[in-house]
């Protein structure tokens, strides 16, 4: 099945590239490797602001790195111009805006994982690391950056 009848079938549309909001590109392809530039969760149209453990559950957290891995892959298309090219989502990188005491961002980012597994199936298995931070853009409450391979 291709990835794009997988996101049909998830009734998942992709959106546009996002403009920076600073002084950054969204992407950069190097040989056969993407980087993807960190998005931030949005709700909306607008920043997801929260903080894991002291304004947002865990449960919401994944809801928000869900609809960053569908705002990622609208870039990943953009950079490749097709997602089928995709042989691997390489490595991951999460940030969670948490208080102090919250553990569970490794359940946040799995909100992203388990939808990359769902459209890429093996290819969406990735390598990942999952921060708690102090603060994020615009208060978001999660940012995630990728690495593809094509």
């Known amino acids: 099945m291709s990835v794009y009848d997988k996101l049909k079938e998830l009734n998942i549309t ?19 490797l993407v980087y993807l530039s960190g998005h931030i969760a949005k709700k909306d149209g607008k920043a997801w602001v929260g903080q894991l453990g002291k304004t947002m559950k865990t449960e919401e957290g994944k809801l928000a790195a869900r609809a960053i891995a569908i705002d990622l892959m609208g870039t990943l298309h953009a950079a490749v111009g097709d997602l089928n090219k995709v042989k691997r989502i390489v490595k991951v990188m999460s940030l969670v805006n948490s208080a102090p005491d919250f553990t569970e961002h490794h359940l946040v980012t799995n909100g992203f994982s388990e939808l990359m597994g769902q459209v890429f199936g093996d290819k969406g298995a990735h390598a990942r690391s999952a921060f708690g931070v102090a603060q994020i853009p615009q208060g978001a409450c999660v940012e995630i950056e990728l690495i593809a391979e094509v």
């Open 14 to 32: 992709l959106p546009p590239v996002a403009t920076p909001a600073a002084a950054y590109v969204p992407f950069v392809r190097t040989g056969n």
